[in-house]
């Protein structure tokens, strides 16, 4: 299928961008560009591509009919199927199993946005709690979502446990986090909350753990490295301070505030961050940090931030060459579009 279907990088993200700004001409031209060869309901249909991408495009505009959200359904349907068979195997998962980006914490954001309450979300929400159980890989226990594989998808010796809102369990305590707030639970939801909250405050510096990690009594001080949403501790922090308000536990929800707050006045950090797009440069940071400041109970801590980072964003958008909504102009322009907390950002499960 083409990469139009794409919400993070083809015609839907333009197309989002259209609704957004209520201009349905401009989306109707995208969304016919994205649909012109058909809806992938395969194995590569996620929230960012195919059928579940479509639906949450048109949700925006009240337009996803019953036609979407049943060929919606049919991927949910076979992505749990294949996820119980490899649990009823004792195998580990892959990332595109269960992260944000390809998997069932996409899907579970997206039914999270469906009213009244999609009736395959609790199974959704049960698949991510079982990742809190620990898992036998060779002679050792893992953690319940560690891949055997490395973070690109190629051997790794030990494999990885990734960390990241995108790719990693930030993502499953972001979306369960959320479900929480809304009362949709499942038996375990909230012991799988604080495991992956505990896990992120000893490992969330790197931006996958390693075997050697776990053979340490501390994992290693991590190398300096660019702090985004997608991956480092702006994303991390997100969804520690989403898990925080779920639970009630107000001193995690204030030290997640406060790394947000420490990493965007670091000047060191600042200079790491190199473009404008919402994945990993300032259009990310400026959403997160804005739906950071509406949970925060000091959100004017953050208004310096939220205008540092809008004017640098202004100021460097333009460059970006790619058009579409992760590492493009669309998004980029979605973050300015609009000053308050956005539904659209619900993709990038900040709310």
């Given at each position: 299928?083409?990469r139009?279907?794409?919400?993070?990088?083809?015609?839907?993200?333009?197309?989002?961008?259209?609704?957004?700004?209520?201009?349905?001409?401009t989306?109707?031209?995208?969304?016919?560009?994205?649909?012109?060869?058909?809806?992938?309901?395969?194995?590569?249909a996620?929230l960012?591509h195919?059928?579940?991408?479509?639906?949450?495009?048109?949700?925006?505009?009240?337009?996803?009919?019953?036609?979407?959200?049943?060929?919606?359904?049919?991927?949910?349907?076979?992505?749990?199927?294949?996820?119980?068979?490899?649990?009823?195997?004792?195998?580990?998962?892959?990332?595109?199993?269960?992260?944000?980006?390809?998997?069932?914490?996409?899907?579970?954001?997206?039914?999270?946005?469906?009213?009244?309450?999609a009736?395959?979300?609790?199974?959704?929400?049960?698949?991510?709690?079982?990742?809190?159980?620990?898992?036998?890989?060779?002679?050792?226990?893992?953690?319940g979502?560690?891949?055997?594989?490395?973070?690109?998808?190629?051997?790794?010796?030990?494999?990885?446990?990734?960390?990241?809102?995108?790719?990693?369990?930030?993502?499953?305590l972001?979306?369960?986090?959320?479900?929480?707030?809304?009362?949709?639970?499942?038996?375990?939801?909230?012991?799988a909350?604080?495991?992956?909250?505990?896990?992120?405050?000893?490992?969330g510096?790197?931006y996958?753990?390693?075997?050697?990690?776990?053979?340490?009594?501390?994992?290693?001080?991590?190398?300096?490295?660019?702090?985004s949403?997608?991956?480092?501790?702006?994303?991390?922090?997100?969804?520690?301070?989403?898990?925080?308000?779920?639970?009630g536990?107000?001193?995690?929800?204030?030290a997640?505030?406060?790394?947000?707050?420490?990493?965007?006045?670091?000047?060191?950090?600042?200079?790491?961050i190199?473009d404008?797009?919402?994945?990993?440069g300032?259009?990310?940071?400026?959403t997160?940090?804005?739906?950071?400041?509406?949970?925060?109970?000091?959100?004017?801590?953050?208004?310096?931030?939220?205008?540092?980072?809008?004017?640098?964003?202004?100021?460097?958008?333009?460059?970006?060459?790619?058009?579409?909504?992760?590492?493009?102009?669309a998004?980029?322009?979605?973050?300015?579009?609009?000053?308050?907390?956005?539904?659209?950002?619900?993709?990038?499960?900040?709310?």
């Amino acid at each position: 299928m083409p990469r139009t279907q794409d919400l993070s990088e083809g015609a839907l993200g333009m197309a989002l961008l259209g609704i957004e700004r209520r201009d349905l001409i401009t989306a109707r031209r995208h969304l016919a560009r994205a649909t012109v060869q058909g809806v992938s309901t395969g194995s590569n249909a996620s929230l960012f591509h195919g059928a579940p991408a479509l639906e949450f495009v048109l949700a925006r505009a009240h337009g996803a009919g019953d036609d979407v959200r049943a060929a919606v359904d049919r991927v949910v349907d076979a992505r749990l199927a294949a996820a119980h068979s490899r649990q009823a195997a004792g195998m580990l998962p892959n990332l595109a199993e269960w992260d944000l980006i390809r998997g069932l914490t996409g899907l579970a954001a997206l039914l999270l946005t469906r009213r009244p309450v999609a009736p395959r979300l609790p199974d959704v929400l049960a698949c991510l709690v079982v990742l809190a159980r620990p898992a036998r890989g060779g002679d050792r226990m893992l953690p319940g979502w560690w891949s055997a594989v490395g973070p690109d998808g190629k051997e790794m010796a030990g494999g990885h446990g990734n960390n990241g809102m995108a790719h990693g369990i930030a993502g499953p305590l972001a979306v369960l986090s959320l479900a929480l707030r809304e009362d949709v639970r499942v038996p375990g939801q909230e012991e799988a909350v604080d495991a992956f909250t505990t896990w992120l405050e000893q490992h969330g510096a790197h931006y996958w753990s390693t075997a050697a990690h776990l053979n340490a009594d501390q994992p290693p001080e991590a190398e300096p490295a660019r702090q985004s949403w997608c991956y480092g501790q702006p994303g991390i922090a997100r969804a520690q301070q989403l898990a925080a308000l779920a639970l009630g536990n107000s001193a995690r929800r204030r030290a997640a505030e406060n790394s947000v707050e420490t990493i965007l006045t670091d000047p060191q950090q600042l200079a790491r961050i190199t473009d404008s797009t919402l994945c990993h440069g300032w259009a990310g940071l400026l959403t997160l940090t804005r739906a950071v400041a509406a949970d925060s109970s000091e959100p004017a801590r953050f208004t310096p931030i939220i205008q540092d980072l809008h004017k640098r964003l202004t100021a460097d958008w333009e460059h970006l060459t790619k058009p579409g909504f992760l590492e493009g102009r669309a998004g980029a322009q979605l973050a300015l579009h609009d000053p308050g907390i956005a539904d659209w950002s619900r993709a990038l499960l900040l709310t």
